[in-house]
């Protein structure tokens, strides 16, 4: 090397130096690759205790393992391949060793399997069977999907009132509700359950429907019921106006899309919650109509939450037959490979989003006391 080389080395090396001295004095720091929304990278290894006590939560069967896969790994790959949350699986019946041995081969990450207890996937004392049985034969003569399904039924009831309280989840704070066959079109580069977390959001959702009227005659009214019964759990009084259209008389079917929900667990064992459940419960509707899930939890996060505390994730790209979720903004689609076009947002069945976010903030206080 000549001599005006080691003296141009030189004096570049000396610039560098220069210019990082001035950079660190002047209060401007790189961005730490060690950290992760300001969190150690470390805390997100397989088997290390997480930011947030969270968890991917499914109710799953054994022959769904295909699907199953095909689920985890698009959130693997999208999302839990860096962040490595735990997977909770849950059956009425115990999983099979082929599933177990596939499904904990997809991930790095901590996977336990439970099975439901029995008084949690079963008829209660209060239902009269032989009426539920009329009942179902009624609905399938108005051609109503699942019309004679008792274990979607079962189903409906389990992830309305008792997913939460399995003991697999006692240590859980938050959930990440997976379901078999769905897609994730866009990579997720931060913690939801942080976001969450750090912001007081309580529930988040992609995509908002509304429901087929049929399957739920009565459900409005049983939660009309509740409401007056106990006035002082609504948080949200303009929740109303999101649910219904004419001010409260009918249920318009706005609901969140519950195969895809991160949520707070407390949110759900709360006292108001739990209150709400039991009182639909007892009504008998999920087993003499065909009350799912996903409008009896819209319906107590539209009321029983303050506005900010429901949160639509507008960035994750989701898809579940027959509806996607798909960004609208340019910076967020570079990540990933969905049609903006065919998102769900511009469908007159998929309004509730839009409807949702323009509802006003204020909560029953506010708006009583101007």
Same mark, same amino acid.
């Given at each position: 090397?000549?001599?005006?080389?080691?003296?141009?080395?030189?004096?570049?090396?000396?610039?560098?130096?220069?210019?990082?001295?001035?950079?660190?004095?002047?209060?401007?720091?790189?961005?730490?690759?060690?950290?992760?929304?300001?969190?150690?990278?470390?805390?997100?290894?397989?088997?290390?205790?997480?930011?947030?006590?969270?968890?991917?939560?499914?109710?799953?069967? #054994?022959?769904?393992?295909?699907?199953?896969?095909?689920?985890?790994? *698009?959130?693997?790959?999208?999302?839990?391949?860096?962040?490595?949350?735990?997977?909770?699986?849950?059956?009425?019946?115990?999983? =099979?060793?082929?599933?177990?041995?596939?499904? =904990?081969?997809?991930?790095?990450?901590?996977?336990?399997?439970?099975?439901?207890?029995?008084?949690?996937?079963?008829?209660?004392?209060?239902?009269? *069977?032989?009426?539920? *049985?009329?009942?179902?034969?009624?609905?399938?003569? *108005?051609?109503?999907?699942?019309?004679?399904?008792?274990?979607?039924?079962?189903?409906?009831?389990?992830?309305?009132?008792?997913?939460?309280?399995?003991?697999?989840?006692?240590?859980?704070?938050?959930?990440?509700? +997976?379901?078999?066959?769905?897609?994730?079109?866009?990579?997720?580069?931060?913690?939801?359950?942080?976001?969450?977390?750090?912001?007081?959001?309580?529930?988040?959702?992609?995509?908002?429907?509304?429901?087929?009227?049929?399957?739920?005659? #009565?459900?409005?009214?049983?939660?009309?019921?509740?409401?007056?019964?106990?006035?002082?759990?609504?948080?949200?009084? #303009?929740?109303?106006?999101?649910?219904?259209?004419?001010?409260?008389? =009918?249920? #318009?079917?706005?609901?969140?899309?519950?195969?895809?929900?991160?949520?707070? +667990?407390?949110?759900?064992?709360?006292?108001?919650?739990?209150?709400?459940?039991?009182?639909?419960?007892?009504?008998?509707?999920?087993?003499?109509?065909?009350?799912?899930?996903?409008?009896?939890?819209?319906?107590?996060?539209?009321?029983?939450?303050?506005?900010?505390?429901?949160?639509?994730?507008?960035?994750?790209?989701?898809?579940?037959?027959?509806?996607?979720?798909?960004?609208?903004?340019?910076?967020?689609?570079?990540?990933?490979?969905?049609?903006?076009?065919?998102?769900?947002?511009?469908?007159?069945?998929?309004?509730?989003?839009?409807?949702?976010?323009? +509802?006003?903030?204020?909560?029953?206080?506010?708006?009583?006391?101007?």
């Amino acid at each position: 090397m000549s001599l005006a080389s080691i003296g141009l080395n030189l004096g570049v090396s000396l610039l560098l130096a220069l210019f990082m001295q001035w950079h660190n004095s002047s209060g401007v720091r790189a961005p730490d690759s060690n950290l992760r929304d300001g969190v150690d990278i470390a805390l997100y290894a397989p088997g290390v205790a997480k930011p947030v006590r969270a968890a991917f939560v499914v109710l799953v069967r #054994n022959s769904e393992l295909p699907g199953m896969k095909q689920a985890m790994r *698009q959130i693997e790959d999208r999302f839990n391949g860096k962040f490595n949350y735990p997977y909770v699986f849950l059956n009425d019946v115990p999983f =099979t060793d082929e599933f177990v041995t596939e499904t =904990t081969a997809m991930t790095r990450a901590n996977v336990s399997f439970g099975v439901i207890p029995s008084e949690h996937w079963s008829y209660p004392d209060f239902i009269n *069977q032989t009426y539920a *049985q009329e009942c179902r034969q009624n609905l399938e003569k *108005q051609g109503v999907f699942y019309a004679l399904s008792e274990s979607y039924r079962h189903m409906c009831r389990f992830n309305s009132g008792f997913f939460f309280r399995h003991p697999l989840l006692d240590e859980l704070d938050w959930y990440w509700r +997976l379901e078999p066959d769905v897609e994730y079109s866009c990579d997720i580069d931060y913690d939801p359950f942080l976001y969450m977390s750090r912001r007081g959001i309580k529930y988040g959702y992609t995509i908002a429907l509304h429901e087929y009227p049929e399957t739920i005659p #009565n459900l409005w009214a049983t939660a009309k019921d509740f409401i007056s019964l106990q006035p002082e759990f609504i948080r949200h009084a #303009n929740g109303m106006q999101w649910l219904s259209d004419d001010g409260g008389a =009918t249920y #318009n079917g706005c609901h969140f899309w519950s195969n895809f929900e991160i949520g707070s +667990l407390n949110f759900f064992r709360s006292k108001e919650y739990l209150a709400y459940f039991d009182y639909l419960d007892r009504a008998g509707g999920f087993f003499y109509e065909r009350w799912g899930d996903a409008p009896v939890h819209a319906i107590a996060a539209a009321l029983l939450l303050s506005k900010e505390e429901v949160h639509w994730f507008e960035d994750i790209g989701y898809y579940h037959n027959p509806w996607t979720n798909c960004p609208q903004s340019h910076e967020s689609r570079l990540r990933c490979h969905c049609d903006p076009a065919k998102s769900a947002i511009h469908h007159y069945w998929a309004s509730c989003t839009k409807s949702w976010l323009e +509802l006003p903030s204020a909560n029953m206080s506010e708006t009583a006391n101007p």
